[in-house]
């Protein structure tokens, strides 16, 4: 495990390389994308065992901090959506320079959507796209994120009483407002906002890999999970849905993590090697 720092056109990002494992050549890599805000810090243990995991198989993993977030350069309230999808187009660049021939991506809720954005419009050929619990609706997902602030706000006697409809108005107007500690730029939040998995064009992507998190085996998966697979096979694109018993680390209290999906995630990239 190396941490390192990459040189891109919005400033440094900070990443943190896992080199393939052995005497495993340095062909095959895989980019984690990460969640977004909250979310990301929670799930920082369970990326950092699952990088592992593949670097044990033969894999070279970088696990990347978009900027304005983690340790990478800027501010979070200056971060846009198009001056992420470049951070991702600079580290394949980074991993090619280092000798990677192919690249999969990985990416979790609000950076799995990033990443099919990304393998939508880039330049560069992704053999394959892991989504872990994607966000697959962006507006759906900025409206759930909105309710975190008006739910303080009714914590709060002092606090003005907001509707999440008229947060979005401003952002969608370009003011910029401030949620759970996270100043939201409208140029960041306006793109996610526009987009939906099942309208991308997928060009560049050659397979999909799904895994939603479950409560119980009882539990079904999630309709919108059901239709992109739908939408991807009449794309012609191999894509596979895996429900998988776990926390929802992303969002638990206390750090968490769920075995389950390292051991099912890992089987999964095994059958590419």
Known sequence: MQPLFIESSAGKLFAIYWPPAGETPLDKAIIHIPAFAEEMNKSRRMVALQAQAFSDQGYAVLVL????????????????WQIWL?????????LKQQGVQSVDLWGLRVGALLAMDFASNSKHRIERLIAWQ???NGDAFITQFLR???????????????KT???????????????????????????????????LSWQSVNEVAIFELV????????????????????????????????????????????????????EKVGQWL
């Open 65 to 80: 901090d978009l900027f304005g977030t983690g340790d990478s350069a800027g501010d979070f309230g200056v971060a846009t």
């Open 86 to 94: 470049q951070n991702i187009d600079t580290a394949i660049d980074w």
């Open 134 to 136: 994607p966000v697959l």
């Open 148 to 162: 975190l602030r008006v739910a303080a706000a009714m914590m709060d006697n002092n606090a003005p009483r907001e």
């Open 165 to 199: 409809s008229d947060l979005k108005q401003q952002l969608l107007e370009g003011q910029a407002i401030e949620v759970a500690g996270y100043l939201l730029n409208p140029d960041l939040i306006k793109p996610v906002a526009a987009l939906r998995a099942d309208r």
């Open 215 to 266: 409560s119980s085996e009882d539990s079904p998966v999630l309709a919108s999970n059901m239709q992109l697979l739908a939408t991807l096979q009449e794309k012609n694109i191999n894509v596979s849905l895996t429900k998988v018993v776990g926390n929802a680390f992303w969002s638990s209290q206390e750090i968490s993590d769920a075995p389950n999906l390292i051991k099912v995630n890992s």
